[in-house]
């Protein structure tokens, strides 16, 4: 079974009721670079927008199959914890994280990854969800789903600053270093 074409989410049982969530973005990068930037350990931190109070506790092993994250999410008095474990990691391709407890009832999101051309790659995060208890079906529609467009709008901003600029960077060291070669060789100066 494949949910929305996601390999990820095929071994995944979507809970019945579940809220879908999607957001895509292209970017400006070969899909090692868009992989890597989402491997490195600071990275979660990064992608988390300042006022939702969300603090990696332990990242565990990393993303990676089995490993469990820890986090707080929100401010005093209302912060609670996040405890998410990593599944169907599949390098370069997607990987997938499940709540296992959360303001959420039901939360999970797989992040899937593609080459979608020279030098480009495309980013969906997918999410379902149940909201909390206090919150109920229809005000989970109306309130959270835009509250996760604000949020994952920032996380695909940040992704393309954060691999974008280092692209350009990587660029400008490998023709400063050309031209550097060039001098020291005794080429054109």
């Keep these: 079974m494949k949910i929305n074409g996601s390999p990820a989410a095929a071994a995944l049982k979507v809970s019945p009721g579940a809220i879908h969530f999607r957001k895509t973005s292209d970017f400006d990068v070969p899909l090692d670079d868009l992989w890597a930037f989402h491997m490195r350990p600071e990275a979660l931190s990064l992608l988390s927008p300042p006022l939702t109070g969300f603090r990696v506790v332990d990242r565990g092993a990393g993303v990676a199959n ?9 401010r005093w008095p209302l912060k609670q914890g996040w405890v998410a474990l990593h599944v169907a990691v599949e390098p370069y391709r997607s990987f997938t994280d499940i709540a296992l407890e959360s303001p959420f009832r ?3 999101h797989v992040h899937d ?7 480009k790659s495309r980013l969906t995060d997918s999410v379902w969800f149940v909201p909390p208890r206090h919150v109920g079906r229809t005000l989970g529609r109306i309130v959270v789903k835009p509250l996760l467009r604000l949020m994952f709008s920032w996380r695909h901003r940040v992704t393309r ?24 060789r005794g080429g054109p100066s």
């Design 106 to 108: 039901y939360w999970v």
């Design 113 to 119: 990854f593609e080459a979608i051309g020279s030098g």
């Design 161 to 184: 600053r954060e691999t974008e600029n280092n692209a350009k960077r990587r660029s400008v060291l490998r023709n400063q270093n050309a031209l550097c070669g060039q001098g020291l």
């Design 66 to 74: 089995g490993s469990v994250l820890r986090a707080d999410v929100g």
